[in-house]
């Protein structure tokens, strides 16, 4: 969608060069993870909202590791800052890039949860001429720049917290540092910047002063909540950032009609899209795309990456599903584990300790206990008994195990791919099938059971069961020798 006509198109710039000396990391501070992205990915994909002409990123401290984190997002105009002198500095590395036309919109790349309806305000502030600015009111001043205002109420300048006197750090009301100013004014106040004050820095800032000399208009712009504005310096910002986010999306969600067994214990990582009167329990992760249909429950404990559920499905607790498609009226877990490209059709049934990989198991089919089913496709209304295992690995190759609808594989089944059980074949408990089974036959492998009637316990084990006269037959075979 282009910028309305009459209004000049926006190009952004986030700051992004800092070193984030504050976070005690090797990993540069825009690339630390809140919610399961980068700092900077979440100011990029805000910003990407507003359809600017141009997004310009400074990066300097890291600046290899952050432009390889996001190598493949083409609209991206690297500048780099290879000296960190302020963010007065950075912004001025930009300018070059920007035509004068052009509304300049400075995001920074440490503040994460800036809401894009924020921003619009903040673009459409201080008319075609002006300087707007994001300010807040905070409980906790501390660390910010603060807003200083004359007798009328009108913005007069930012004093940084260690350039502030007492008396100004009592004040409340601060600078987000985001901010929104012509290009052509931006480029003429910044050549006016001085690194006179306590961190030698050239301040962005400072052109606040610099437009109420010039008597241009500078409007503050309140933000909607303290959250949308925190700045994110060290790891308990950060996880305050990451509460936040978890409290914004929890709320997302039960306004779409979820209900959430604990609003503070489920975190939703990428994007998620519920149908009606879904319910998630306690300690619910949910990452990357995922789709939950009507009446879809997630029991306690469960992780969910990019996965479709399908309407009244139930999925129990300590479940982990990547990467699959799950039907409609399915039951999956307890302790069930779908791995990428599993695909089951309506109404299967995954219990416990069930692993599926690149699987697809038709409609009304069922594995309910402790097997592993790797690249097979199996058929409808087919009963896969305990502890059956696709055996598809041979070192070097993976093979398909085809299961026909109605199948029945008795527990404890090994079938070794490549092979194909035909429809209604029933396979006998404990079987290790490498040659396929025909359809609607009994197939089985079983070695003879036999009993060996002169075989006694050795040493200690045959003294106790003659003592108990327990006439036992049960074998033990290679059982340690006790001691003495
Ligand atoms: C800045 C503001 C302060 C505001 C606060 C809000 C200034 C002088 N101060 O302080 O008024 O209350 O943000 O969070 O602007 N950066 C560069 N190059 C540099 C320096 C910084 O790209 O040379 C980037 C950083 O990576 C960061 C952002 O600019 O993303 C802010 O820098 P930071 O050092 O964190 O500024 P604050 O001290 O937080
Ligand atoms: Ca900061």
Redesign the pocket.
């Known amino acids: 969608m282009p910028a309305a006509s009459g209004t000049p198109p926006i190009a952004v710039v986030?700051?992004?060069?800092?070193?984030?000396r504050?976070m005690n990391s090797l990993l540069p501070?825009?690339l630390q993870p809140l919610a399961g992205k980068p700092?900077l990915g979440h100011v990029l994909d805000c910003a990407r909202q507003l359809f600017p002409a141009a997004i310009h990123v400074?990066?300097?401290?890291g600046g290899e590791a952050v432009k390889a984190a996001f190598g493949n997002d083409g609209d991206i105009d690297w500048v780099l800052?290879a000296?960190?002198?302020?963010?007065?500095?950075?912004l001025m590395q930009a300018m070059p890039r920007i035509p004068d036309a052009h509304r300049v919109l400075v995001l920074?790349?440490?503040?994460p949860l800036v809401a894009v309806e924020t921003l619009r305000r903040l673009v459409a502030a201080g008319g075609a001429e002006g300087l707007a600015l994001l300010t807040a009111e905070v409980a906790e001043p501390h660390?910010?720049?603060?807003m200083m205002r004359d007798s009328g109420g009108r913005v007069v300048s930012?004093v940084?917290?260690r350039d502030a006197s007492d008396a100004q750090r009592a004040i409340r009301e601060?600078?987000?540092?985001?901010l929104a100013a012509p290009a052509a004014h931006l480029r003429e106040w910044l050549l006016h910047l001085r690194a006179d004050?306590a961190?030698r820095?050239?301040?962005?800032?400072?052109v606040v002063g610099l437009a109420v000399e010039r008597g241009i208009d500078v409007e503050a712009v309140a933000a909607t909540s303290e959250a949308e504005?925190?700045?994110v310096?060290d790891k308990c910002q950060l996880a305050d950032a990451e509460a936040a986010l978890r409290h914004a999306r929890a709320r997302d969600l039960m306004i779409a009609g979820a209900t959430l067994a604990d609003p503070t214990r489920v975190d939703v990582r990428g994007d998620l899209s519920v149908g009606r009167d879904v319910y998630i329990d306690v300690n619910v992760v949910l990452l990357g795309r995922i789709t939950l249909g009507d009446r879809v429950t997630i029991g306690p404990n469960c992780i969910l990456r990019d996965a479709t559920i399908g309407a009244d499905t139930q999925v129990y607790a300590n479940s982990l599903i990547e990467e699959a498609m799950v039907g409609e009226d399915c039951r999956v877990g307890p302790f069930a584990r779908l791995r990428p490209g599993a695909n089951l059709h309506p109404r299967v049934h995954v219990g416990n300790f069930v692993e599926v990989k690149n699987t697809e198991i038709g409609e009304a089919s069922k594995a309910n206990h402790l097997s592993y089913l790797g690249d097979a496709t199996i058929g409808r209304g087919v009963n896969v008994g305990a502890g059956t295992i696709t055996c598809n690995y041979d070192g070097i190759n993976k093979w398909p195990t085809q299961i026909g609808d109605r199948a029945f594989i008795g527990s404890g089944s090994m079938l070794v791919a490549p092979v194909a059980i035909g429809p209604g074949a029933t396979i006998g408990a404990g079987s290790t099938i490498t040659a396929g089974a025909p359809a609607d036959k009994l197939t089985l492998t079983r070695a003879k059971q036999v009993t060996i009637d002169a075989w006694t316990r050795p040493g200690r084990y045959a003294a106790e069961a003659k003592a108990a006269k327990v006439e036992d037959a049960m074998c033990a075979p290679g059982r340690p020798k006790p001691e003495n």
Request: cysteine-free; overall charge negative; hydrophobic content about 30%.
């Open positions: 986030i700051l992004a060069a800092g070193q984030g504050r501070k825009v700092l400074v990066h300097g401290h800052q000296e960190q002198r302020g963010t007065g500095h950075a920074y790349g440490d503040v660390g910010y720049g603060r930012i940084e917290e601060i600078n987000t540092g985001l004050n961190q820095e050239y301040y962005l800032t400072d504005i925190m700045g310096n």
